[in-house]
């Protein structure tokens, strides 16, 4: 699986608060009226500039704060095809697989706004198209990998009735 997309940075300590405020978050669970709100509080203008297939790239610590799942519920339902992230907030990580959004840990240092990226999950390789270079990155256990193609965890477990491991 191969996936192309433009870069969204952000940095360190991106917490579920800055991704979708609460003061959206908890008047409702309806992601498209959400996605008017991702990021508002850290890049105004976000839900303007994302475009399907788009990436969003972190530093560390991404999705530290709070343990909803409306963080990666409203990136997903945006059209972000994954996160990549030095390191994320354990829970966030896993709110993420199982509503089916893809994150990727890797070194982020030399990734920049706007630039253009290349993933090849089944290789673990980034080709950053702008800059011409090739990053590697641990690949997900092949069970994550089943629940994200699925669509999450729900759906996974609906088809399988159980765990294939």
């Not at 870069?7 to 959206?24: A, E, L, M, P, Q």
């Not at 256990?141 to 294939?164: A, H, R, S």
């Amino acid at each position: 699986m191969v996936l192309k997309g433009r870069v969204h940075k952000f940095g360190d300590d991106v917490n579920t608060d800055y991704i979708i405020s609460g003061r959206y978050k908890f008047r409702t669970l309806n992601m498209d009226e959400l996605i008017a709100h991702l990021f508002e509080d850290i890049k105004p203008n976000f839900s303007k500039e994302v475009r399907k297939r788009d990436f969003i790239v972190g530093g560390r610590n991404f999705g530290c704060g709070s343990s909803r799942e409306q963080a990666p519920l409203v990136i997903k339902q945006s059209g972000i095809a994954a996160i990549l992230a030095e390191s994320f907030a354990r829970i966030f990580f896993r709110n993420c697989i199982n509503v089916g959004l893809l994150i990727i840990e890797c070194n982020t240092k030399m990734i920049n706004s706007g630039e253009k990226l290349e993933i090849n999950l089944e290789k673990g390789i980034i080709r950053n198209l702008a800059q011409k270079k090739i990053l590697k990155f641990k690949k997900l256990p092949e069970i994550m990998v089943q629940i994200l193609q699925e669509g999450g965890l729900t759906p996974y477990l609906k088809k399988n009735k159980k765990f294939n491991v």
